[in-house]
């Protein structure tokens, strides 16, 4: 399961990963053409982050 986050909901992000998954998450940067068009998962802020299991 993938999610994208703002700065604000990265920690929020991570905990909801381990969480469904029981999994440690990976996060990544979102590149600076997806950054554009991405919004986060958790509100309607521009996405920095992508967090997914491994």
Same mark, same amino acid.
């Given at each position: 399961m993938t999610k =994208? %986050?703002?700065e604000t909901h990265i920690d929020?992000?991570?905990d909801m990963q381990v969480a469904e998954?029981?999994?440690y998450p990976v996060m990544e940067f979102l590149s600076e053409d997806k950054k554009l068009s991405t919004t986060c998962s958790y509100c309607e802020q521009q996405a920095t =982050?992508?967090? %997914? %299991?491994k």
């Open positions: =994208y %986050s703002c929020h992000a991570l998954t029981g999994e =982050y992508i967090v %997914s %299991s």
